[in-house]
């Protein structure tokens, strides 16, 4: 009996596919994070919020010192915190006197 890949034999020694992740999400994730960063900054430069929490969000490590130094430069206290259960925060606020 032929199988329409050939005899059982050949079906059944190929091999399975098992995706992979690529390192592009990791690049994705950090820019998401650095704008989430980037839109608290302006939030407390503009004074639409005292103080913004960032919490949960992947990528957040990888760009807390682009963060530190934007918010820097804005005249903005930044600060990132590991809470217990290993989640990452950044807290963006309040402005510099």
């Known amino acids: 009996m032929a199988l329409p890949l ?5 079906v059944g020694g190929v091999e399975t596919l098992r995706p992979i ?3 592009v999400s990791a690049s994705i994730d950090a820019e998401r994070a650095l704008a989430e960063i980037e839109g608290g900054i302006e939030l407390v430069v503009r004074g639409l919020a005292r103080r913004v ?3 949960g969000l992947a990528g957040l490590d990888d ?3 682009q963060g530190l130094a934007s918010a820097q430069a804005a005249g903005v206290r930044f600060v990132l915190a590991r809470e217990v ?3 990452v925060s950044a807290i963006i ?3 510099k006197e």
Do not use: E, N
């Open 63 to 65: 760009v807390a010192a």
């Open 93 to 95: 606020g309040p402005r």
């Open 85 to 87: 259960s290993g989640a």
């Open 21 to 23: 992740q690529l390192p």
């Open 53 to 55: 929490h960032i919490t």
């Open 6 to 10: 050939g005899t059982a034999p050949y």
